[in-house]
């Protein structure tokens, strides 16, 4: 499967007359986004806000934050990278972006998709569960979350009255699936900035590619937990499903997308998903120092029943790839913890080498136990680091959403948020602050 990404800089966002690019700005019509993003008979209201790097904006709760991308052309062909071309390859593209949501359940992950590269649709609005997060677009919070270096358009949307939780979370999530989709649009017709392809071909020929080099895998764990700890893969709720293959290409198209309101730190918001940096990095390696195969994708598990099943079955996948070793990645802490050190276990135990990517609770003094679980088969780990840090993050001149969540999303405690509008609370209220998949800058060393 082969894929072509154009990535158009965007550098500024503005209101405007009409939503388009032109010279690395994109252009918005507010009241035309607003209208597309209330598209369902459950939310009551959208406003639209802007927030750019270096602003004194903060934002919470945010909910998911999603990369605005378009698809050009489906399938494997090659495209041409002129506009022109793009632009009559689009009326045949078959597939979509967020298949399963806004597009069919066609197959993606080939041919050609644009991506506008620096930009973000932020959801926000009153708080669904108490595991959503904070953005702060400057100041000492900028520095622990990838998204104070975007440029943030920031839905605050109202559901109607009455509604549950779940289908609350429904609802946001969706109206910033059709925002992100309609802004993506305005790249359909531009020349891209910087280009890049990714190429993974059926498994038999993969791996025959690089005879002399390391085999390697990616075991994609997806927080499937339930209770608004959700995944999907294409429109697929990861809980129902057994782990299974899956191109890595795919998740550049929306393939996985976020459902759930984990701790804000170490949740995968669909933005990340989609710019997985440990595929990013596996990519970069490939014929280098290693052959990468492909993705395992699997889940997390409440039961010990059923967390038993998805490790043996995902050691099985892994071993009939034929890898030598494989990266997992967790999302999420505690109860997440038993999947990992199960499928590091049950891998290790078929001689195939494993390197975990985590973070840690070690409390906020850093010296209580990091995992839930453990084995001495987990000596090769990287953390994301300590989520129970704790930091003050001064008064904002604008906030967007509702202050007072501070006091009780996770990571916060009666009384984080100040007469003065300062949050004192771990670094566990901001979103990526300790991402699982590396999407960030912390970590931490054995001393």
Known sequence: MRL???????????????????????????????????????????EVFLARPGESVRILPVKDVVEPRVKIKAGGANASTDASTASAGASAATGGIFPGFMAGVEQVGSGRTHVLKGAAVVTTGKIVGFQEGIIDMSGPGAEYTPFSKTQNIVLKIEPVDGIKQHEHEVVVRLAGFRAANYLGEAGKNVKPDNEKVYETLPLLQQAALYPNLPKVAYVYMLQ??????????????????????????????????????????????????????????????????????????????????????????????????????????????????????????????????????????????????????????????????????????????????????????????????????????????????TNELGYGHLTAKAV
Not at 14 to 26: I, M, N, P, S
Request: hydrophobic content about 40%.
């Open 4 to 46: 072509e990404i154009g990535e158009i800089t965007i550098n500024d966002i503005q209101f405007g007359a009409a939503t388009e690019v032109k010279d690395g700005t994109l252009h918005i019509n507010k009241k035309e986004l607003a209208k597309i993003t209330a598209q369902d008979d459950r939310v009551k209201s959208v």
């Open 224 to 433: 499937t937990q339930g209770l608004l700890h959700n995944t999907f893969y294409y429109g697929v709720d990861v809980r129902q499903i057994v782990p299974t293959f899956m191109y890595p290409t795919e998740v550049m198209d929306g393939a996985i997308v976020s459902g759930n309101c984990v701790s804000a730190c170490d949740k995968n918001p669909t933005y990340i998903h989609a710019n997985n940096p440990v595929i990013e990095d596996l990519y970069a390696e490939h014929g280098k120092t290693i052959n990468f195969l492909g993705c395992v994708i699997t889940n997390e598990n409440v039961t010990l029943a059923d967390k038993e099943r998805s490790s043996n079955m995902t050691a099985k996948l892994v071993e009939y790839m034929g890898a030598d070793a494989v990266i997992i990645s967790e999302e999420g802490f505690g109860n997440p913890d038993a999947d990992l050190v199960m499928n590091c276990n049950k891998i290790e135990a078929k001689g195939i080498k494993t390197v975990l990517i985590t973070d840690e609770y070690a409390g906020q003094d850093g010296a209580s136990q990091s995992l839930a679980d453990s084995t001495p088969l987990g000596n090769a780990c990287v953390t994301a680091g300590n989520a129970n840090e704790v930091v003050t993050l001064p008064p904002m001149d604008t906030v967007l959403g509702f202050p007072e969540v501070a006091n009780v999303i996770a990571g916060g405690w009666e009384g984080s948020l100040a007469a003065d509008g300062s949050i004192t609370a771990e670094i566990q209220v901001i979103i990526g602050a």
